[in-house]
């Protein structure tokens, strides 16, 4: 048997996003989004489901902190709707928006749990998409609008931000694979839309730390891990392609200011619209943090005479997958703490989403989740791996405390460790929501 204490300052959450479990999509105001738009498009999204309803968090946020105290989280990490503040995205403020997030805000410090909260969780104002949305340069300063008016209401009480979520998916998904909303499949919007996120975060920092007294803000990536197929040279060389691809083309920028060589040469003539000063702010305006969300990894192979574009696939291994057909690999969560300790060295990491969608069944009051639980266990052995090599990892937020919308999956597939029923909204904590408050509770676990 091994133990596995955390330090005592260790912070234990859960995760959640707005459109994901909100709901209310027409009311109070809000405005339309990307993905209400996306969502009612025939074929975007599985089964036709859409965040209509989610989770009711919006009419049940009491019910739900209560059983966040319940599990004893020390910190909720949730997202606030631009379109719930900015119905537009610009202009007119909506109070019935800011006034939700005052309450959610005041019920969780009530109740002694610390909010994290992103600023930008993928639910653009559909008003600023038929603007070019984050293909427009002038999306930096309609997000600083935004950050502005929300930061002035809330900042007296909530001292921790995240500027944006997963823009590599937001921006790859959303304006070059079009898996997401808006839909878009164009490299060039992609690239363009990718560089706007990072100007539009380093907008936010500064006004974040203008506004918040004692603030921290950081931005959350999705960093992804790549193991070569085998032991040639050209599978290391495809590996590392797939790494300058998802983590450096973001991390470079919030650490050295510049864009990874590699990726560069890649893109050649496509970042002719670079500009000079285009990382001014952000290097005069640098993050107190870095979140990561981590679920898998990927075995890498070369294909040099492919027509894809960075030469490579990723090849399926024969060993456990979630219901997402992602790969069960706990090592590789070390391994992607340490790859960016190692090139880049940020002060202080939260792992912000880790989780597992499994196929869970409902017996009487119970969800009998052995795997998800397995699943945690492994992956917070190897979080207590990297602080014990020295990485700053300072925290933990479990995706997802409810079960919920899953963007182009949409109700398929369960990662809460919370079960919601959504015919009837009634919630269930799983077994694997108990184990985790259990481990909050000792602050570790034991794992034969």
């Known amino acids: 048997m091994t133990q596995y204490i955390f330090p005592q300052d260790f912070l234990w959450g ?4 707005s459109y994901q479990i909100e709901g209310a999509v027409f009311e109070d105001g809000r405005g339309t989004t990307v993905w209400d738009v996306f969502a009612d498009t025939p074929g975007k999204v599985k089964n036709g489901d859409s ?3 989610a989770c009711d968090h919006y009419h049940r946020y009491p019910q739900d902190v209560a059983l966040m105290k319940q599990l004893g989280l020390h910190a909720y990490r949730f997202s606030i709707a631009w379109a719930r503040i900015l119905p537009e ?5 909506n109070p019935a928006g800011l006034d939700f997030y005052d309450k959610l805000l005041d019920t969780l410090l009530v109740n002694g749990i ?3 909260a992103t600023l930008y969780h993928w639910d653009l104002p559909q008003a600023l998409e038929d603007k070019g949305g984050w293909t427009n340069k002038m999306i930096v300063d309609w997000f600083g609008e935004y950050v502005h008016i929300v930061t002035k209401r809330l900042g007296d009480r909530l001292k921790d931000w995240m500027t944006l979520n997963e823009p590599w998916v937001f921006t790859y998904l959303g304006y070059a694979s079009g898996d997401h909303a808006p839909g878009h ?3 060039n919007m992609y690239i363009r839309a990718s560089h706007h996120s990072i100007m539009a975060h380093a907008r936010a920092v500064n006004i974040v730390h ?3 007294a004692d603030s921290q803000v950081g931005i959350v990536l999705n960093p992804a ?3 070569p197929h085998s032991d040639t040279l050209q599978d290391y060389l495809a590996s590392q392609r797939l790494l300058s691809f998802q983590n450096r083309w973001w991390l470079h920028p919030l650490y050295h200011g510049e864009y990874p060589a590699d990726m560069m040469a890649i893109y050649g003539d496509k970042m002719a619209f670079l500009q000079a000063d285009d990382f001014d702010e952000l290097k005069a305006n640098p993050s107190d943090f870095l979140g990561v969300n981590f679920y898998t990894r990927h075995v890498v192979q070369a294909m040099p005479y492919s027509d894809e574009w960075l030469k490579f696939i990723t090849v399926r291994q024969n060993r456990e997958h979630t219901e997402m057909d992602w790969e069960v690999s706990p090592e590789a969560i070390y391994n992607v703490l340490k790859h960016i300790h190692d090139e880049y060295a940020p002060s202080k990491i939260y792992i912000t989403e880790n989780g597992a969608a499994f196929n869970d069944v409902v017996t009487g009051d119970s969800v009998h989740d052995e795997r998800r639980v397995a699943f945690y266990q492994q992956y917070l052995a190897h979080c207590h791996r990297a602080i014990a090599d020295g990485i700053p990892l300072k925290g933990y937020f479990a995706w997802s405390l409810l079960d919920n919308f899953e963007w182009a999956e949409g109700y398929s597939k369960r990662f ?7 015919p009837t909204q009634r919630r269930i904590i799983k077994d694997s929501g108990k184990w985790y408050a259990q481990t909050i509770r000792d602050n570790g676990f034991v794992l034969p």
């Open 14 to 17: 859960a995760a959640t996003a």
């Open 51 to 53: 965040g209509e309803v």
């Open 89 to 93: 995205g610009t202009g007119n403020i």
């Open 114 to 116: 610390r909010p994290f």
């Open 185 to 187: 499949r164009d490299l």
């Open 210 to 212: 203008a506004n918040v």
């Open 225 to 227: 891990w790549s193991d």
């Open 416 to 422: 809460g460790i919370i079960y919601v029923d959504y």
